[in-house]
């Protein structure tokens, strides 16, 4: 009896810590045909994954089509398949194009649909202002991203949830904020685990997938990360400066950053506070150093402006000057939306680290502070700046009149579409003539 209790309460225990993870799985292909991705889903479903994050397809015409391929393999392989597409919606006089987010659970069946007009000026497709959701057989209720979407929602637009799937196409027009350089400080920040194409994060514990076509994971439902470590950029990703020149720069002052100074650089009424101490080791004469402030709009994407302020010690190429001390201060507009920038060519430890909000007991003071490293590439502190114009813009976008050659490609696409979109009806009604056809003879 004692022994039949030992043994029930051992399967108890062991069901509860199989029930605090999940596992999650990522597919990195650089061709982008869904013919390609089945054989994936179904290895990805052998080796008993629950969910998988599908590379975004290219625009396609046969979107019915892909919808029944993926379906039917989550069916068969008996997982959770997230997949990003593009669709031509009906409207008006034409067509939209318009970028889907679909999930399908283990039946197949599509719980989740999350669409975004490709232009922003859409009169169709009016975008989710709420974040949207779907909850799990396994006890997991996640959220539904597009890339640009972990630097435009802000946190309360989370309501809380700790996992999110995250698939698209796209890339930012401001430095540090690609998908796949962002991510590790969004994550940092939201102590939430990240299944997305730039890779799969966990909270403050940062990447946990390596290079595999099929990188796979094991994640802890409350996104409650192992051990912390530096929300750093993987070193092939970062990015030099030299498109900083919007900034306010000041080149960094390697004599005085020997004995340790203090530098204040502004930018429209935005001040960064640094402070460098460089260390005795011999510094390569060539290696330069910027420190420069950003405050105001930039254009994000093709159809979004985005308030930013951002400090940011930035080096012109690879250097060995060892740092004892970087420390950049700065008071923000809006709080609790600041992240920590590093980008560097070794891993920093841990404990060499440290990013505060709410410092000195003033809400909007951030520092972020690095001791003892060599190989900064970019060290810094981007926030989010709070206005309600902007907010409309980050929530539904807003076509930006003067990007003219958006409209053109877009045009393009139009028209290519209304043509194949005859050809497609054309084919269809073949195929019921001949139906009919047969009908009729079948009849007689
Ligand atoms: C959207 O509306 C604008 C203005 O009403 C119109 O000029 C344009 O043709 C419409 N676009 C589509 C795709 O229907
Ligand atoms: C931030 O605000 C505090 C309090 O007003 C001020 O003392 C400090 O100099 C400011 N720091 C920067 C970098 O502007
Ligand atoms: C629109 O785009 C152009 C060029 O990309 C840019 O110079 C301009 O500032 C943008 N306008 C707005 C309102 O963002």
Redesign the pocket.
Known sequence: MKFLSIVVCFLWVNSLMASETYKAGVLHLQNKDISEFTPFIHSAGATGLDILVLPPLEPTENYDEVISIVSKAARQAGLYVVIHLYEKARCQLGYEMVRSNLVFDRKGAIVAVYRKAQNGAANCTTSDSDLVTFATDFGVTFGVLMEEDIVLYDEEHLKGVKNFVMTGDWQAEVPFLNADQFAPSWTYITDANLVSTAGIYSGKAGVKTGADKLAVSELHKNGASDVPVVPSVNPSLATFAGDLSQYVIRPLDLEASSRGYKETVCHRSFCCEFYVKTGDAETHPESSYSLAAFNG?R?FSANH?IGTQICVISGSEKSNTFFELISITANFTKQNSQYPIVQSATVLPTEHFKFETNVNGIPQQVTLQIVETQNVINLGIFGKDATDKLEHNYVYGEK????SEQNEIYDYIFNEDVQEFFDYVWIRLRILIVIVSIYILEMM
Do not use: H
């Not at 930006?400 to 990007?403: A, L, R």
């Open positions: 709009i254009p402006n930006n009149s003067t990007n």
